[in-house]
């Protein structure tokens, strides 16, 4: 019987749902080893072909690993809480939990017909209240938890406490806020309640604490940077502002240093390393404090302005100082007669998201405070600007100005024409301090006189610490992590306000579960959407925290979960932790650089430190599967000369005849750019009655590789394509489209041949009459030839994730075995292994068909080197230097041997016409050439 895809790959689907054939086993007797996908978000759209790219690929390599006798956990979920399905309860009134029950429908079904090797029994879903029990839980342990320095390590706040008691602030080296007052043991027994509460709140891993937010009315909630595009939403293309709110945040700055650290211990791609790099920004300076001049301004805390800076040994250059527009000094700081040109400013800036701004590097903007402070090193007075280029989150929200040596504050000085201080520069002797020359050193008006540049700031440091103006520093960019969102469709933090301060839930109160809700929309008075609910908190005069946590939260432990995703005491076992580890090969997009796969690294580290996990990295090796890109079709309508549309569509190649205008068309109504036209009608009605301009009878299609969207109307959905060639034609032609972390276009054009290949390599198992039919003789050589290339091939293309040439050395084995006409039993078992991990249905019927069972842990067959190496050597056979022709001979021959065998050969006799050879020239493996 031909090639019966569908039947086959229905067969086999159900045979490994029913038999739970990938089912893991924990503690098993074989090493293990875990390979993870990032989880999807079910969106209602479902996959189209760029998403199952980086799950073909880590199912190749799961299937093989078994194959090499591996116990494989591959597990998938989904990340179901987000935006998307709350915005469509909004529009439609629908609960967020019956779209995503039916969404998640919708991508089991599509992920099930591709023939992956999930272990579907550790499925997750973030939505669940038994999953986000856990992440309340995580929540819990990093409230009640803060960061000693001493230790460098997360630790219960119960140690905290015992410091206070016993010797209260003064020696406790801590990750905290910055207003922290020292206090006595004895304050400490003194302060209430309230007072012990609030002052925790300032040390604990995560926090509540008034923070600058990209708030979206339109949506009615906070958004992440990465959700704001040119001031607007990126859903919906509401507006979108820079607003002070009270948030919840985490202390993902104290894992700064362990952070970066980490990166040297792991196998990621380096541009992924250097994101993170950049977005933790270590930074080696010091940290000045400048005196505000208060003759005309009343200070309720400090007297100073705080700057961190990589160049102290500039700072006589200083000529103006810069705040955020957000700094909590800047009303303070307005004078009446600056108020009006401060107020515009703020206003503008608030439209602005922060990358916006960090990304503006052109434009020249501020506004001056009419206020000053005084240079500690040279007591200058130096004006108070605001500019949107410094953000309040960043450092202390304040830098010095030193126009004389950085382009930007060059920039700014000249625009608002402030001075430019000259200063010599030493830096440059860095290098090489013993050719340090008199221009190269420092001249600043007898300060550090005839210093090179470590001497200075070695000295700066020490004066400004001796002082009380400074300290040298090592600083981070990267900020604490805002973690509350105004939604609803999300986990509940599980904590409640007495007095106005937070408590945690009792632990056996998880999981606080969502409360119904009659609409998904803020209040009108403007509270979170969780304001709605009745009868919902703790016990009377107490109420719930009504933000949800954010759509990173569940996805940054989820891999734990899978370990043991059934266990109702413990996120997973002590057992499963220490059996599985950490994950081995980690598959995703590489636009999780520095949100997922930093908060992941953030929180697994967190859980070590509390020792509920083993391993300071979660992700061993991290691989960024590149985007399939869509293939664009497009037709071209006829405008007249007023640039209006006409009722006619001109052909590509016809088109530079005419004024056109290009409009894109369904690229599954376009095949080979042949557009089918009485479809083309159906999808656009208006052009019903068009006149159709054609080319040698079609009408042809442009084509134009852009990002794969409906909008564009070049989406293909894998079903059509799984309907038309099956499920392994797809799997092998994803994977042949090209390396699997390059990006690359989409082109269904291409399908039929890896259909093809599939159906020639069905053949080899059956006859003419298309009847299974394999022979037990002894293979020959060329067909173990034939056979260990390819076990070599797809071995060492697996282990590097070269699967694309894998597809290639498939088609030439499946080529040279037809030539061969092999029907070897042995020859064509092992080849159904090797091949298996690609084409996994075909693979389980022809291994059926041959009379065995259970190939998902077959041994992967063993490669021998004897099988490739040439025992034998067609020489070219030349009369007086011209070629005549190739003569088969054993490597084996010496030189006699095959002198005699050349000379006996009736076609080489021909050739020489009875003349007698004068002389045999012969190079073994290379030549034979006879001189008459």
């Not at 607007?232 to 104290?254: C, D, L, N, T, Y």
């Not at 953030?602 to 391993?615: C, I, Q």
Request: aromatic residues 12%; proline residues 4%.
């Amino acid at each position: 019987m031909d090639y019966q895809f569908k039947a086959i790959e229905e067969k086999w689907q159900n045979f490994w749902a029913q038999n739970q054939t990938f089912k893991a086993e924990t503690n098993s007797s074989r090493p293990k080893y875990y390979v993870l996908d990032m989880f999807p978000y079910p969106s209602g759209a479902g996959l189209h072909v760029g998403h199952p790219l980086g799950y073909i690929a880590s199912d190749i390599f799961s299937r093989y690993k078994r194959l090499k006798g591996f116990n494989v956990l591959h597990p998938m979920g989904y990340d179901s809480f987000g935006l998307p399905a709350e915005q469509y309860a909004i529009q439609t009134g629908q609960h967020p939990a019956i779209t995503t029950e039916a969404n998640i429908a919708t991508y089991r079904r599509q992920l099930d017909q591709i023939g992956f090797s999930f272990d579907w029994s550790r499925e997750v879903r973030t939505s669940d209240a038994g999953y986000y029990k856990w992440t309340q839980w995580i929540f819990m342990k990093l409230f009640n938890s803060w960061y000693n320095l001493e230790t460098d390590r997360a630790e219960d706040i119960v140690t905290l406490i015992e410091k206070f008691q016993i010797s209260g602030n003064a020696e406790v080296k801590a990750v905290c806020d910055e207003d922290i007052v020292s206090f006595l043991p004895s304050d400490w027994s003194a302060f209430n309640e309230e007072e012990k509460q609030a002052l925790l709140l300032k040390y604990r891993l995560t926090y509540l604490k008034e923070s600058t937010v990209n708030w979206c009315a339109g949506l009615g909630t906070v958004l992440a940077n990465d959700e704001v595009k040119d001031g607007f939403s990126e859903r919906g293309g509401f507006p979108v502002e820079q607003k002070k709110m009270m948030q919840w945040s985490m202390r993902i700055s104290a894992y700064a240093e362990r952070l970066l650290q980490g990166l040297d211990t792991i196998d990621w791609p380096e541009p992924v390393k250097e994101m993170q790099r950049n977005w933790i920004g270590k930074s080696v300076g010091a940290s000045v404090k400048f005196k505000i001049e208060t003759e005309d301004i009343k200070l309720a805390t400090q007297d100073y302005i705080e700057v961190f800076t990589t160049r102290v040994d500039t700072i006589f250059g200083v000529s103006f100082i810069v705040l955020a527009p957000e700094h909590e000094l800047v009303s303070i700081l307005t004078t009446e007669a600056q108020k009006q040109d401060i107020e515009n400013y703020i206003a503008q800036t608030k439209k602005k998201s922060e990358l916006d701004r960090m990304a503006d590097t052109k434009t020249v903007s501020g506004a001056f405070t009419g206020s000053y402070v005084i240079n500690p090193v040279n007591n200058e007075k130096v004006p108070i600007w605001i500019a949107d280029y410094v953000l309040a989150g960043y450092g202390t929200g304040a830098v010095m100005g030193v126009p004389s040596g950085d382009q930007r504050d060059w920039l700014f000085a000249t625009h608002f024409n402030l001075p430019i201080i000259q200063i010599l520069d030493g830096q440059k002797n860095i290098e090489n301090e013993a050719d340090a020359t008199k221009e190269g050193r420092y001249i600043n008006s007898g300060f550090i006189d005839n210093l090179g540049y470590k001497e200075a700031v070695s000295y700066l440091n020490h004066w400004l610490e001796r002082e009380g103006v400074g300290k040298a520093k090592v600083n981070y960019r990267m900020r604490d992590a805002i973690f509350g969102r105004q939604r609803y469709w999300g986990e509940p933090i599980p904590v409640y306000f007495k007095n106005g301060l937070p408590y945690l839930i009792q632990e056996e109160e998880l999981p606080l579960v969502l409360p119904e809700i009659d609409k998904y929309l803020p209040t009108e008075s403007g509270e979170p959407p969780l304001a709605r609910a009745e009868d919902w908190s703790p016990c009377h005069g107490e109420t719930y925290e009504l933000s949800t946590m954010p759509g990173w939260a569940g996805s940054s432990w989820y891999w734990y979960r899978y370990m043991d995703s059934q266990n109702d005491e413990a996120f997973a076992s002590k057992d499963a932790i220490s059996y599985w580890k950490d994950v081995d090969l980690y598959i995703g997009g590489s636009e999780h650089a520095t949100g997922h796969l930093l908060y992941s690294r953030f929180w697994n580290k967190f859980l070590k430190d509390l020792g509920f996990v083993n391993e300071e990295e979660p992700f061993k090796k991290l691989i960024n599967q590149g985007m399939i890109q869509g293939r664009s079709n497009f037709v071209y309508r006829v405008v007249d000369e007023e640039g209006r549309g006409t009722n006619k569509l001109v052909s590509y190649g016809l088109r530079k005849d005419y004024k056109t205008t290009a409009l894109h068309v369904d690229v599954n109504i376009v095949e080979h750019e042949v557009l089918d036209i009485e479809k083309f009608k159906a999808f656009r009605p208006e052009f019903a009655d068009a006149e159709f301009i054609l080319e040698n009878g079609k009408y042809i299609c442009g084509v134009e590789v852009e990002k794969m969207s409906k909008s564009k109307f070049n989406v293909v959905n894998p079903d059509v394509l799984i309907e038309g060639y099956g499920a392994d034609t797809l799997r092998m032609y994803e994977m042949f489209l090209g390396p699997l972390e390059q990006s690359k276009p989409w082109n269904t054009n291409g399908i039929e041949g890896v259909f093809k290949f599939l159906r020639k390599f069905w053949r080899l198992f059956h006859n003419e009459e298309w009847v299974f039919g394999v022979n037990d003789g002894e293979p020959t050589k060329t067909e173990l030839k034939a056979l260990h290339k390819i076990i070599k091939k797809v071995q060492d293309d697996i282990e590097r994730f070269s699967f694309n040439t894998s597809v290639s050395s498939f088609m030439i084995a499946v080529n040279e075995l037809t030539d061969l006409k092999c029907k070897n039993r042995s020859v064509l078992t092992d080849l159904v292994v090797v091949l298996s991990p690609y084409a996994p249905h075909i693979c389980e019927e022809l291994w059926e068909l041959l009379g065995h069972t259970d190939l998902s842990n077959t041994p992967y067959p063993t490669f021998n080197p004897a099988y490739l190496e040439e025992n034998e050597f067609a020489y070219p056979v030349s009369i007086n230097g011209k070629m005549k022709m190739n003569l088969n001979l054993s490597l084996s021959l010496d030189e006699a041997a095959v002198k005699e065998i050349v000379l006996s050969n009736e076609q080489v006799r021909g050739y020489l016409e009875g003349k007698e050879a004068k002389k045999i020239i012969f190079v073994k493996g290379k030549i034979v050439n006879i001189v008459i």
